[in-house]
């Protein structure tokens, strides 16, 4: 049976230690009917060097799609690496998620038309994201619970996701609470669906932008599955100098207009990136 194809798009900015051990942990998937797309915000020439460092021996394709730094436009450079992606089914995540060896596994075993996919991450402190090495992505050390706590504090929920067993990884994500909406760190889709509602609403700063994609989505018709326990991926800490309560407002006002409207398509997403 012929596998499906996915494209993972990562989006980063200025973030070079992280992004080289979440393309480590690309590196190491069971799955390998994919490719990695660097959905870069403006970094500097050092990620770029990163990226070319790592395409001399990488086991898929991976490209870097770049855009000059003029201020944050994540989802305009999300909406051109969807449009640069090769194949129909598209894993979105951000350059400070290392993800779990059977990540791309999980996201194409429960991948069906009609739905999207919403996962979670793994939460972890600034000590114990700096003290992952990329050895220790190779050998899956980081994703042991008693390796992780022999290195710093581990929270009882992000300790039981990482540990919890394909049943009982099952079985919480059919009981947990928390919503299966679209998350910017672990999320998927097929390429039909997103282009038919125009992609990312690019008028968009941080704080719900990857929410308002996936609201789209329902309003489409589309349902989605819950897998936060079951593809499992580190969030590496980091600080967040981009969140404004100004940007957080204006999100909120988009995202209640698409309620209130029942929208599906955006007029600022991928048809104005590819005009522009």
């Not at 999980?106 to 996919?117: D, I, P, R, S, T």
Request: charged share 25%; proline share 3%.
């Amino acid at each position: 049976m012929k596998q499906l194809g996915i494209s993972v798009i990562i989006s980063t900015y200025n973030s070079k230690e992280w992004l080289s051990k979440v393309l480590e942990g690309y590196r190491h998937q069971t799955y390998d009917a994919f490719e990695v797309i660097v959905a870069d915000d403006g970094s500097k020439p050092d990620t770029k060097a990163l990226i070319q460092d790592f395409q001399k021996n990488y086991p898929v394709a991976l490209q870097h799609v770049w855009h000059e730094d003029q201020g944050y436009r994540r989802q305009r450079i999300l909406n051109i690496a969807i449009t640069k992606s090769n194949y129909d089914y598209i894993l979105f995540t951000d350059g400070d998620c290392i993800p779990r060896n059977d990540f791309v596994a999980v996201h194409a075993k429960h991948a069906e038309q009609g739905y999207f996919l919403s996962g979670g991450y793994c939460k972890l402190n600034m000590d114990l994201s700096q003290k992952i090495a990329l050895n220790d992505i190779a050998s899956a050390a980081c994703f042991d619970t008693s390796w992780l706590k022999k290195q710093d504090k581990l929270g009882f929920k992000q300790a039981l996701k990482i540990s919890a067993g394909p049943q009982l990884s099952k079985l919480l994500d059919v009981i947990t609470p928390t919503g299966a909406t679209f998350n910017n760190c672990n999320s998927s889709a097929w390429k039909s669906d997103l282009l038919a509602i125009n992609g990312y609403d690019e008028r968009m700063q941080y704080g719900g932008p990857d929410r308002e994609l996936g609201e789209r989505l329902f309003n489409f018709g589309l349902q989605s599955k819950q897998l936060r326990h079951q593809a499992i991926c580190l969030h590496l800490d980091h600080p967040r100098g981009y969140k404004t309560k100004e940007s957080l407002e204006r999100n909120l006002e988009i995202r209640r207009q698409v309620k209130a409207q029942k929208k599906t398509w955006t007029e600022f997403g991928i048809k104005s990136s590819e005009t522009n």
